[in-house]
């Protein structure tokens, strides 16, 4: 992901409500990790977690859109693996 698309995706996260859950993760698939300098994102099971200089905020990701719409942004030579690793119905 290049920096302008990260910036793109964190305005885009900025804009949806704010909620007081933070990602829970899971044994298995446990959603998406983006870590660039100091932004970490994990984004699993309706909910956004936000990391940005040490300062954390959780979002809401009604209906795991923005889950979905990442996993269909990865490169073609791994949406094979990602569709067997990935719950039905999130891809």
Known sequence: MTKEELDKLLLHIKSL????????????????????????????????????????????????KLECDILQMAPKEFQHELRTGVPPGIW
């Open 17 to 64: 409500p704010v909620i007081n859950k933070p990602v829970e993760t899971m044994m298995g698939y446990s959603g998406i990790l983006i870590h660039s300098g100091p932004v970490r994102l994990e984004i699993f099971n309706e909910r956004i977690s936000l990391r940005e200089d040490g300062i954390y905020t959780n979002y809401s990701d009604l209906h795991r």
